[in-house]
């Protein structure tokens, strides 16, 4: 499997070279550089596939506008509800406009609503300007789908259902110099009822910990000392490798490397965290004091229906002992309102949990009916206007409590990775805390990219204002 992986690499490395001499041509003959544009929807995943693509098509001669009026435009689709995939449609409306205008543009589409068969149908039907599609499972191709595009004149389509082998190695520019993300697995092996990502993302594969490590030491020698290792279900890693290795292990080693100095990780499911990985992060100097943990709803016998294998006490235990051992850490969640056959006392276990694990701050989510899944197909689906009133009533609650959490660390000095200028004053930047809050101090872009001391003066709900300590 490794080997093939790499020989695909190789085959792909050499596409891109040839490819290359096609858009340099095409450079030429528009006298100008040809540009790109790549939107990103959905997830942390798709962000970090978005890295990838970008460096393919940087390989290829392309340079980057920030503008979907761009010779090749790349919109990197989710489909987890049923807005994310409104926006695409609309999104497409405005490029078939600028594609008139400018008759060499190539648009091309991938993710995961590119995985769903009635959406491929719709766009083959009603949107033929789209020139080129692919899923998940084999972005890599990019350039060759590109360099197909070129050579052939109707649409390009390259779907799998499922993916061969982990490609790795190819180029790819990352977004911040200081942090990174890190794919340490792909897929989902969960099937909540609710969720359509283990049908277009795939089954879960794990990446061998060797090739792990030797990527982020890479990205350490350039620079990064944070790094995200991201996973739909991080705490079923290693399970299926042929050598198998759990996640509070693999955390164990990337603790080692040199130069490091955070590591964040995302998503946990409730079911898979164990006591080692507590036991980890408690002793950790690295790992970040913060868990996301989806609890998705407080009813026992709601979470049943949804397939999530753990109980509302189950889930609270969880909490607790995360709390005892490690007391400063912030918890975030994922909540749906209006499952089918939600009540209102369902809805009320929710907000219980919201109340007893204080959270930091919780996304919030209406349901959203995907087809293919289980609980499409499920009766009594919760009127909207139920569903409205009780999404408000848990965003107050949410709102309260993220505050009152806040709240607590106000008058203390922490230390910061600063990320950037702040969006709202040019004179201060945004630095993030372990617990991934941020803080608005004042500073300059020298700033950007180092640990630093904050006090926090001023907690603002969910941020705080806060004055450089050291
Ligand atoms: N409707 C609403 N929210 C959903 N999520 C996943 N599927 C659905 C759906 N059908 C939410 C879950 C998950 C997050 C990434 O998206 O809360 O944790
Ligand atoms: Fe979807 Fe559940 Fe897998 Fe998360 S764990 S991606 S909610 S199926």
Known sequence: MREQGQQEAQRQLMIIEQCKER??????????????HISTFGCQMNFKDSEKLAGILEQLGYVETDTEEADFVLLN???????ANQKVYGHLGILKSYKK???????ALCGCMMQEELVVAKLRESYRFVDIIFGTHNIYKLA????????????????????????EDLPSVRKYSFKAGVNIMFGCNNFCSYCIVPYVRGRE????????????EEMVSQGVVEVMLLGQNVNSYGKTLEHPISFAELLQRVEQIEGLKRIRFMTSHPKD?????????????????HMHLPVQSGSSRLLEKMNRRYTKEHYLELVHKLRTAIPDISLTTDIIVGFPGETEEDFEETIDVVRKAEYDSAYTFIYSKRTGTPAATMENQVSEDVVKERFQRLLDVVAECSAKRTGRLEGETVEVLV???????ASMVTGRLSNNLLVHFKGDESLIGSL???HLDQAKGFYYIGTKAD
């Open 23 to 36: 858009i340099a041509a095409l450079t030429r003959e528009a006298g100008r550089p040809l540009t790109y």
């Open 77 to 83: 689709t989710c489909t987890v509800r049923e807005n």
């Open 101 to 107: 205008k400018n008759p060499h543009m190539m648009i």
């Open 144 to 167: 060759e789908l590109i360099q197909t595009r070129l050579e052939s004149k109707g649409m390009v389509i390259d779907l799998w259902q499922d993916a061969k082998e982990i490609v």
């Open 205 to 216: 594969r794990s990446r061998e910990p060797e090739d792990i490590i030797h990527e982020i």
């Open 273 to 289: 965290l164990s006591d080692d990985l507590i036991e980890v992060m408690k002793n950790s100097e690295k790992i970040c004091r």
């Open 419 to 425: 990320e950037g200028i702040s969006e709202q004053d």
């Open 452 to 454: 630093c001391m904050v």
